[in-house]
């Protein structure tokens, strides 16, 4: 069952925006991907957590975890088959563990972890937290941005993920990415 945790394999490259809360990364996976002509791959986890606090205002848990993680590899891998040399990526499986470790006291389910660990993507975007904190209904960390960030910054540090951190304003993020996916479309 947990094989729907895992990427198929693909001939497009997958960049990730990764990061704390309310720091643009939906909106720079959107401008990415209209700009490279291709697709993104929207996060689960809100769709799934706003359909959970709309029904029984409850906020994740533990059990959502993996539910959450199936959703967001079914939609990756659905997109990667139809994407234009690149897919950008609004979250990953190793954004879930980070987010699992600082909410349920150090703990990852084995299986999202091995998952997280395992699946390959060419860049990480890390996001700054250099803009305004929106609140919304799920968002609930305002005061411990810097914390959040170190944890996925560590988290990319010790798995020997490529990254570059995108700070600044829209524009300069906006830049600084379309910078890195050119390298990495020159590479392929």
Not at 37 to 52: G, I, P
Not at 68 to 92: H, P, S, V
Not at 117 to 132: A, E, S
């Amino acid at each position: 069952m947990e094989e729907t945790l895992a990427q198929r394999p693909t001939s497009v490259l997958k960049a990730v925006f990764f990061g704390p809360e309310s720091t643009g990364k939906t909106t720079l996976a959107q401008m990415l991907a209209e700009h490279f002509n291709t697709l993104w791959v929207e996060e689960y986890m809100r769709e799934y957590l706003q359909e959970k606090w709309n029904s029984e205002q409850k906020v994740c848990e533990p059990k959502d975890m993996l539910p959450i993680a199936r959703g967001q590899m079914q939609r990756e891998n659905e997109l990667a088959e139809k994407a234009n040399r690149i897919l950008f990526c609004d979250t990953d499986l190793l954004e879930l563990n980070v987010y699992s470790q600082a909410y349920y006291n150090g703990f990852c389910d084995p299986q999202l972890l091995k998952h997280a660990l395992n699946n390959r993507y060419d860049l990480y975007f890390l996001m700054y937290i250099d803009v305004p904190w929106t609140p919304d209904d799920l968002r609930d960390k305002p005061y411990d941005r810097i914390g959040m960030f170190k944890r996925f910054e560590e988290a990319l540090i010790l798995t020997g993920k490529p990254y570059v951190v995108l700070k600044g304003d829209l524009n300069e993020r906006f830049q600084t990415a379309v910078s890195g996916i050119n390298k990495l479309l020159k590479n392929e």
